[in-house]
């Protein structure tokens, strides 16, 4: 039965193929891309280069690499200065202060891990310019896809300081009701999609929402970030390729900061870094110095416009440098130098660049610095307490939420759970719970 609607499913396929087909050929034959038949001109379709009479190699070790753009010198100077953004005090104060918020939000949650508080945490040392250059080009209601190292890009739109604590520590108050891994943020408040960590899954489908913001031409476009080993994923080839055929409005936004876990970039790729695969995809591209959060700001907002205006994906590759252990379950001094680490953090460092900047506009001083210093490390301290203080949620929440209507087979299982839970409840640290029903 099942076969024979098969059959004619594919019958019917068949037929409308041939006679769209008949129908279309005449319109095809005129169409531009076929219109040239002269002998000495290539007319494969998916191509259009020119007949050569000698075998040539295109060879990418006799290429030039792509460029980094820079904008801002090591002491906060302007290369060029049309590359000034001009952004005022404001902006550019509240683009430090993030920078250097995340830095002590990352070093108190990174603690609390190593004290067994919370079970993982990781770092965003070193790529604080990536994220917030990127995220202040970008309109508010842009659909923001992240891998997992994008804190600053969810601080910059202004998910509470609270929020990061409250689903690190998973407690009752996290938006998520504690039920991802800490780091694994998401809101719809903020147009940013609940982090899956499973790399590159979300390379597709920001490629699939940027069709539907496409379809709905609402102005807006969709960023997806990813790390430079995530690029290494089948995923991100269909994205890539969905996104350009499809003529996405797609920021593909990789911050290739040197390492994916142990693996260094010369074990990752072989030709030059990521911004080299857009061409083959159809996709503009431009690399970027991603520890310069002016040239990082100036690439997006052109990105930005790129994508929105002629319905384009792009592709920044931002090249940083993974200051931190990959994550609180890693410890780089086996597979990098203590010095390595060092140089670049001294001598590459975003937030020194942006700092001398606002020291040469007089919009920050030492003064300035060590009150920051303290508030900061305080506003920290005390959403951090506000999260450990508060109990997780009730045992039974682990069953609600996944159907609109919980089906019998759950309830059973979360009645099981319950009474389970009630007879050995000395093995369980129900202090640490909402009380269940
Ligand atoms: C599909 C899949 N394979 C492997 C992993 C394990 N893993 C987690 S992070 C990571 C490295 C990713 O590196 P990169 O994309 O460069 O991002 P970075 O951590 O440097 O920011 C790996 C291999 C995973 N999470 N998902
Ligand atoms: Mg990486």
């Not at 997806?224 to 920021?251: K, R, T």
């Not at 002016?294 to 416009?305: D, G, H, I, P, Q």
Request: charge should be negative; hydrophobic fraction near 35%.
């Amino acid at each position: 039965m099942l076969q024979r609607s098969i059959l004619r499913l594919l019958r019917s396929g068949i037929s409308q193929t041939n006679h769209s087909r008949s129908k279309a050929l005449p319109v095809l034959a005129n169409a531009k891309c076929y219109a040239t038949f002269e002998s000495d001109k290539p007319n494969f379709p998916g191509s259009r280069s020119e007949f050569v009479s000698k075998p040539e190699f295109l060879d990418p070790d006799s290429v030039e690499g792509i460029p980094v753009y820079r904008a801002l010198n090591h002491d906060g100077t302007f290369i060029d200065e049309s590359q000034d953004p001009k952004l005022d005090e404001a902006t550019v104060i509240k683009m430090y202060k993030d920078m250097t918020l995340l830095n002590t939000m990352d070093r108190v949650l990174y603690d609390s891990q190593r004290q067994g508080r919370i079970s993982f945490y990781m770092t965003n040392y070193g790529e604080e310019g990536a994220h917030i250059g990127s995220a202040a080009a970008l309109d508010p209601g842009d659909l923001i896809f992240g891998q997992y190292r994008e804190a600053g890009v969810l601080m910059w739109r202004g998910f509470p300081l609270q929020q990061f604590m409250n689903q690190c520590y998973g407690n009752d108050k996290d938006w998520g009701k504690g039920r991802q891994m800490p780091v694994h943020y998401g809101s719809k408040e903020h147009n940013f999609v609940t982090i899956s960590s499973t790399l590159a899954t979300q390379m597709p489908q920001a490629a699939g929402s940027a069709y539907a913001y496409k379809m709905k031409q609402n102005g807006l476009c969709v960023v997806c970030y990813f790390g430079e080993g995530a690029a290494s994923e089948g995923d991100a080839h269909a994205a890539f390729n969905f996104a350009g055929v499809l003529n996405c409005p797609v920021i593909f936004f990789c911050r290739n900061n040197g390492y994916a876990i142990s693996t260094p970039t010369k074990d990752q790729y072989r030709g030059d870094g990521i911004a080299s695969r857009a061409s083959g995809y159809g996709m503009p591209t431009i690399r970027v110095d991603g520890n310069d959060v002016f040239a990082v700001y100036n690439a997006t907002k052109l990105s930005r416009e790129i994508c929105v205006s002629q319905f384009r994906p792009v592709l920044i590759e931002a090249m940083t440098y993974r200051i931190g252990h990959h994550s609180t379950s890693d410890d780089s001094s086996a597979y990098r130098s203590v010095d390595e680490v060092s140089h670049w953090d001294q001598s590459d460092n975003p937030i020194t660049r942006l700092r001398n900047y606002m020291v040469n506009q007089s919009w920050w001083d030492e003064e300035k610095e060590k009150q920051w210093k303290l508030d900061s490390r305080k506003m920290v301290m005390k959403a951090f307490a506000g999260a450990e203080s508060e109990k997780r949620g009730r045992p039974e929440s682990l069953f609600e939420d996944v159907y609109d209507e919980m089906p019998p087979h759950i309830a059973q299982q979360m009645e099981e759970m319950k009474a389970h839970v009630k007879m050995y409840k000395e093995h369980y640290p129900l202090e640490h719970y909402k009380p269940m029903s």
